[in-house]
């Protein structure tokens, strides 16, 4: 069961002032918008119970009571084997105070960390290394992580005598019993920081920001995480530190489009060249590209040049360029042109056609879908 005074911080006989102090502090440094880790996520949610039984008189008075902010103990409301009581072994600890087990460690590890990084798509085809500034808390290099003045160490609890926890008598329905709960002088630990460490006030961390370069491998998409272990956040007093997960985000760009590890692009045609042919120049990541374009092509068709696209991020390969021939008619014409196109027309047998429709199979659908791709 979850220590709300732990959780906060603070003291059995803190004030109401210094309950919302607490509360306000962890919950800036807590809130998703600042920390987005699961474990942040769950460390808040637990921080906003603590203050709303804290910072309620009614609600404390009856924690500091029964240990329930409803005013319930023993077997109350929850029933056997649910609530507040989880069974034997529950029962047994809270009444007698067994299990209670030594002072916890201030040494723990670093929370997670989040950062975002946007490349270009070139990157995401080739891989690149980027450097990447992170505001984070490493392990305080004046008291080295152990939270005190330099020549001090922190002194044994004189509540708890070092246990870390202590006993206190607790109406029941079997009577007057002792239950064991954190100590609250020193907050489970079993001992006190008497002389802090000035330069990060006795946590044995501070906040830092720090460069660091980042290998993106070829074939990363936008949503993709690049883990690196030990790079998050020290932890408290000295402990290791957390993961860091870097978030890729791909530029738009003005000619490709990705779909897969295929780079599609859009080449428009005068009708001319697309009837007699003609052959196209498109520069590409890995240079340029001479592509022919057979005499009748029609709008829509797709020319494919293979391992011109996206390095495959697991495997070996790449993907293919596709490039999507756009025909385009021409809005405005001279006197000459007009004459030509007219000529062309008679000599093809052109000049006036009824509209016809154009019946197409199954298969016909399946290959058009299957050549855009």
């Not at 990363?220 to 690196?228: T, Y």
């Not at 000619?255 to 897969?260: A, D, E, K, M, Q």
């Not at 360029?321 to 196109?341: A, G, I, M, N, Q």
């Not at 027309?345 to 429709?357: D, F, I, K, S």
Request: glycine share 14%; hydrophobic share 30%.
């Amino acid at each position: 069961m979850t220590d709300y005074y732990e959780a906060l911080g603070v003291g059995r006989d803190a004030s109401a002032d210094e309950i919302k102090k607490a509360y306000r502090r962890q919950a800036r440094r807590l809130h998703p918008d600042v920390n987005p880790s699961e474990e942040a996520a769950e460390r808040f949610k637990i921080l906003g119970q603590a203050y709303e039984v804290l910072s309620d008189p009614e609600k404390r008075r009856n924690y500091d009571t029964t240990g329930d902010p409803n005013g319930r103990a023993g077997f109350g409301g929850a029933g056997f084997g649910q609530g507040g009581f989880g069974g034997f072994s529950d029962i047994f600890e809270t009444f007698f105070g067994g299990g209670a087990g030594g002072p916890a460690s201030r040494t723990r590890r670093g929370q997670d960390s989040l950062i975002r990084v946007r490349i270009d798509l070139r990157d995401a085809v080739f891989g690149t290394t980027k450097e990447i500034e992170v505001e984070t808390a490493v392990t305080c290099t004046v008291c080295e992580g152990s939270c005190t003045r330099r020549g001090t160490a922190p002194a044994t609890c004189g509540d708890c005598h070092g246990q870390g926890h202590i006993q206190r008598p607790m109406r029941s329905i079997l009577g007057t019993v002792l239950q064991t709960e954190a100590c609250g002088r020193c907050s489970g630990f079993g001992s006190v920081i008497e002389d802090p460490c000035q330069e990060c006030d006795g946590q044995g961390r501070v906040r830092e920001r720090r460069s660091l370069k980042v290998k993106i491998p070829a074939g990363v998409d936008k949503g993709n995480r690049i883990h690196l272990a030990g790079e998050g956040e020290a932890g408290p007093a000295g402990g290791p530190s957390g993961d860091l997960f870097v978030e890729v985000d791909v530029r738009a760009h003005e000619v490709f489009t990705r779909r897969g590890d295929d780079l599609h692009a859009t080449v428009t045609l005068p009708m001319t060249a697309a009837a007699l042919g003609t052959s196209v120049s498109l520069e590409s990541f890995d240079g340029t590209e001479e592509l022919t374009v057979d005499s009748g092509t029609q709008s829509g068709e797709v020319l494919t040049v293979r391992d011109r696209g996206v390095t495959h991020l697991r495997g070996s390969g790449r993907g293919a360029l596709k490039v999507h021939l756009k025909v385009e008619t021409p809005s405005k014409l001279t006197d000459v042109e007009r004459d030509l196109l007219r000529q062309l027309a008679e000599v093809r047998g052109e000049e006036q056609l009824p509209g016809r429709t154009e019946h197409r199979g199954v298969f016909s659908r399946l290959r058009e879908r299957w050549d855009a791709l």
